[in-house]
C-alpha cells in the first residue's frame, strides 16, 4: 500500500501515510513491508487463532495504530480474538438494521484529520427515551464502527466528543447496565487496544461527574486522565478546529444528522455487512484466558445505576 485508498466517509491529506511511517520509524524503503510480513508469519504459527488471513493494509494500520509495535499489534490481535470467543454478543451480525439506525443518537467518525493526525469520533445523544437494550445495541454499534475503521481509516488513534445536552442525565444513568458497560470498555480499550488522545464530555449537568468518575475507574489511569468535562460547547475549540468540527458544534463541517445516514447506508452495505460477519468469527480457542479481564468490576454497585445516590 503506497498511498491511503480514497474512502467516501474519510479524507487524509497527500502526506498522512509517509507523515505516521516516519512517527514510527517504518518510513524507509522496505521497512513497513518488512513489519507487515513479520505478522503474517507469526499469525501463520498460531493455530489458536481462526482467521490469519488479514490483508496487507489491514495489517499496517494496526501497526500504525500500535505506534509501530509489532508485540502491541500481536498482542491486539490475541485479545480482541478472544473477547469474540468470550463476548459474542458483542459481535454477532444478524442484519437488524436498529443497530446501525438508532433513534436519538448520533456516532460519527467526522470526516477531516487533526493536524496531528487524530480522527474525531463525535457521539450526540437526543432526548429520546432510553434503556439497557437501547445501550447495548449502541455498544455494538460503535463496535461496528471501529471495524470499519480497522478496515479503512488510517490514524494515529482518537479524539472523542461525548454529547449529553440533550439528555436528562439521571435517567440516563439509571438505563445503564454497568456489567455491559464494562465489558464494553474492555472490548475498546484492550481488545481493540484504541489510543485515545482526549475525552470531551460536554454537558451542564453536575450530576454528570458521578457517572464520568465511575466510568474512570474501569479505565486505565493514563485514559482516565484524559478526560474534560464542559459545560459549553465553546471550550472545545482550543482541542478540535472548527473546520473539522461539524455544524452542531459552530463548525464547518457537514451537520451529524447529514453524516449519520451516510453511516448507516456504508455499515449496511453487503461488503461492509460481509466483512463484519467476517471478522466477528475471528476468534480464539484459548479466549478462556481473558475471563478475568472481563470479570465484573468491584466498583460496589451491581447490575445497574438505578439504585446510585448522587447529590
Known amino acids: 500500500m503506497d498511498a491511503v485508498p480514497e474512502d467516501k466517509l474519510l479524507r487524509y491529506t497527500p502526506d498522512t501515510m509517509q507523515a505516521l511511517r516516519r512517527l514510527y520509524n517504518l518510513d524507509k524503503p522496505g521497512d513497513m ?12 504459527k498460531q493455530h489458536h487463532l481462526t482467521k490469519k488471513d488479514y490483508s496487507r493494509s489491514y495489517l499496517e494500520r494496526l501497526i500504525i495504530l500500535q505506534k509501530g509495535s509489532l508485540e502491541r499489534s500481536k498482542a491486539q490481535i490475541e485479545n480482541i480474538c478472544a473477547m ?3 463476548l459474542p454478543e458483542y459481535f454477532e451480525i444478524n442484519g437488524d438494521e436498529e443497530i446501525v439506525k438508532l433513534d436519538g443518537l448520533s456516532v460519527d467518525l467526522l ?13 450526540k445523544y437526543s432526548p429520546h427515551k432510553i434503556d439497557a437494550k437501547k445501550f447495548f445495541i449502541t455498544y455494538k454499534r460503535a463496535i461496528q464502527l471501529t471495524e470499519y475503521a480497522m478496515a479503512s481509516d488510517y490514524g494515529r488513534g482518537l479524539i472523542c466528543i461525548i454529547d449529553y445536552r440533550d439528555v436528562d442525565i439521571m435517567d440516563f444513568i439509571a438505563a445503564i447496565n454497568i456489567k455491559e458497560l464494562y465489558q464494553f470498555i474492555k472490548i475498546m480499550t484492550i481488545g481493540y487496544a484504541l489510543k485515545i488522545k482526549y475525552i470531551h464530555v460536554i454537558t451542564p449537568s453536575t450530576t454528570a461527574n458521578t457517572f464520568i468518575n465511575l466510568v474512570k475507574k474501569m479505565l486505565t489511569t493514563k485514559i482516565a486522565n484524559r478526560f474534560y468535562v464542559h459545560k459549553t460547547i465553546e471550550p472545545l475549540y482550543e482541542y478540535v478546529a472548527r473546520d473539522i468540527l461539524p ?3 459552530g463548525g464547518h463541517g457537514e451537520a451529524l444528522a447529514d453524516r ?42 451491581s447490575g445497574s445505576f438505578r439504585s446510585l445516590n448522587v447529590d
Open 260 to 301: 449519520h445516514m451516510k453511516w448507516v447506508q456504508a455499515l449496511t452495505s453487503k461488503k461492509m455487512t460481509e466483512h463484519l460477519k467476517e471478522m466477528s468469527e475471528a476468534k480464539s480457542t484459548q479466549g478462556y484466558k481473558m475471563k478475568d479481564t472481563i470479570s465484573d468490576p468491584d466498583l460496589g454497585i
Open 84 to 86: 469474540r470467543t468470550l
Open 33 to 44: 513491508d518488512f513489519a507487515i510480513t513479520a505478522l503474517q508469519d507469526w499469525l501463520k
Open 111 to 123: 470526516p477531516t484529520l487533526t493536524e496531528d493526525y487524530y480522527r474525531v469520533l463525535a457521539v
Open 247 to 249: 455544524s452542531e458544534y
